[in-house]
């Protein structure tokens, strides 16, 4: 990491020209807040990433709709309902709702945009969401950042926010961020919604390959447990506060934005994995040595999903033939008498099977720990692929056994 | 199902000219039988289906070579040490067991199968597998076929053994098997070893394609927990004790064995899945109108294979919004909009939103019960695909986290 670039507390209300609050409209809960608004003073540069999920929420299809403009200004969230699996009614009342806050804030209504995280398949309240409008709009402020990663929360148990600062042509960049998601994490996103903000100035097209390129490395390699959601979103908003030069691939910051929009993007994505639903350890899974990048994709893929490797982490216990089954069964080519696997840098396994002087207590310290990483070497090829993910405890099936339709 | 094909009770000896028996080789318990013994009294056209993991445990590969023959005699199954990932001195190891075995029957080596099952990774302890086989040749009986389906159970709650019986050329066929397997459950089988017996006379090719058909509508089938051993086996032996005319597709009886095979197969399938590690619940899924049989296919398994839906199955919670998200990133074709769901008949979702009349205590009567179908209807066009699967409690995770390397 660049030691331009500096860590500071806060989150989307870090940046210069942009304020937050929540409001409690009572979608799920009685008495919390669960409506979030992210405005910025001024229109915005907008970049946003979807699900690819062929079941995509009202909100989602929305915001893919005002973000072909590449502006926008405002954002309203909700929690306590995915407003997914609600037909077309359901297009309609994310439509209303950000039509009313448009009102409020006296912006045109395509450059509101909109997220929603909660249950599938209920119709969305939106007279609700409606009426907790003004109290929203009423409570925008410059330290409301705290307040709104809190009001996106479901079966998190910590609000995700991060931000960093940085120099460009000698003015001050702030990068900032907030995220909720615990469940139904899998690459290509996940029951995730991440806002980002920043005062850099920025043309459209860098902003959209910027937040490509750093979705790939962070978002899109994160796993709790498999299920790819409806309603996954990735929205950046860069309001040109700072008032640097544009930025793009020409301007010689460009590289220090990119960094700093990665690191901002993989610590909220660590930041998710650690608070996996019933999570007990947060693991690095690598594959190296694959012959190709797909092969390495497949298989840390296969790993990071299986159950039976995820229960084991839960267990301590190094089962690390559950490890190689998950990659002999992945699609990607392997030899299982060239396979290596290594926990913490130790290595358990040699050519497929177990390692001289494997020592079972040795691996058991290290899979006590609350984070290790396990590297599977196939000795194939160059390719490499690394993912973040947890394990799977009592906890997850106890959790998910009970969050209602 | 025809009426022409009798239950009976018994499995793997039911059939004449079988015995069998289990002794205790003290594998990994001390205290309990974990070695069995399948041997026909006369040479048996043999078939084979195994795992398409690639990683595949010595005793797969070792069946793999032999039963190009399409002939054996005699099959040695351990529980307690799978064999896998074990290298070349695996096979080395599994190749001594059947040495062993055929010495002490007086058989030609090749003429020996076997089957491992239970932890991967460590090396066989050949010498106490070998010390067992005196004893389980002296016990060999006709009535030996109970105590081996006891002996090849890992974490099997149950032995599995079925059987039936019917006519061919006015003599009397009987077909038998056993199976274990209860986790690592995931179509192109499973942590499953299966074998099956019929004292029917029947040519080499004409077994192999009923098994190949058989397997692909049972075995194929069923999933767990979406993990695919290394270890997977089926193996059917035919000894033609029954004195028919040998069975081919141009036999009048032929479209008959073939049934009572499929109906063997499926009956075994049910009992792995109902038996599945920590399952409270059995659930059939179909996925119908589909575009594709590959789409049908695709959706059925996304949808068993969703931890997210598992868990909520356990829950009781008629959670069709998971059952539609995972539906959705199945990669299969469909349209939100046209998706209708329904639990036993019971219509739940309708255009991809609430069924009018949608009924939450109605649905969680029949989410209460062990047995419950899940309908899918994709309305595209006319494939279909049926899977059998369980839920996953918190049980799952206790077996597993605990399950020592």
């Known amino acids: 990491m660049s030691r331009h670039i500096q860590e500071i507390t806060g989150g989307v209300t870090a940046p210069a020209g942009f304020r937050a609050s929540a409001a409690a409209a009572g979608i799920k809960y009685p008495d919390r807040n669960d409506v979030a608004l992210l405005v910025s003073d001024t229109p915005a540069t907008a970049a946003g990433l979807f699900t690819t999920n062929r079941v995509k929420a009202a909100p989602v299809l929305l915001c893919q709709t005002r973000l072909k403009r590449g502006r926008a200004q405002a954002i309203l969230i909700n929690s306590g309902n995915a407003n997914a699996c609600t037909g077309p009614q359901g297009l309609l009342d994310s439509k209303a709702t950000t039509r009313a806050a448009a009102a409020a804030l006296n912006l045109p209504v395509e450059s509101v945009l909109v997220g929603s995280t909660g249950t599938i398949g209920v119709p969305l309240p939106v007279d609700k969401l409606i009426k907790a409008i003004p109290a929203a709009v009423a409570a925008l402020s ?35 961020g907030m995220c909720k998601g615990a469940g139904m994490i899998e690459p290509n996103m996940a029951t995730m919604l991440c806002f980002l903000t920043t005062d850099a100035a920025i043309s459209p097209a860098a902003l959209r390959s910027a937040l490509r390129e750093s979705v790939e490395h962070s978002f899109n390699r994160i796993s709790i447990d498999g299920d790819m959601s409806t309603n996954d979103t990735v929205i950046l908003l860069a309001n040109g506060a700072a008032g640097n030069r544009p930025l793009n691939p020409a301007h010689p910051a460009w590289p220090l934005f990119r960094e700093a929009l990665n690191r901002i993007t993989l610590d909220l994505a660590r930041r998710v994995v650690c608070d996996g639903e019933g999570a007990t350890k947060c693991v690095t899974v690598t594959v190296d040595g694959a012959r190709t990048p797909d092969d390495a994709r497949r298989a840390a893929r296969a790993i990071c999903n299986s159950l039976l490797v995820k229960t084991s982490w839960f267990g301590g216990d190094p089962n690390w033939g559950r490890v190689i089954c998950a990659a002999g069964y992945s699609g990607a080519r392997l030899d ?26 040795t691996l058991e310290k290290i899979l006590a720990r609350k984070t290790f990483t396990l590297t599977v070497s196939l000795h194939l090829g160059q390719a490499s692929h690394t993912m973040l993910t947890c394990d799977c405890s009592e906890e997850y099936v106890k959790i998910n056994g009970s969050y209602t339709t």
């Open 142 to 176: 410059r330290t409301g950042g705290d307040a709104a990663a809190r009001a996106i929360m479901t079966t998190d148990t910590v609000d995700k926010q991060t931000a960093v600062r940085f120099q460009v042509d000698g003015r001050t960049v702030t990068l900032g």
């Open 336 to 361: 299982p008498d060239k396979v290596d696997i290594a926990y913490d840098g130790k290595r358990a396994v040699k050519n497929g099977r177990r390692a001289p002087g494997f020592s079972l207590s």
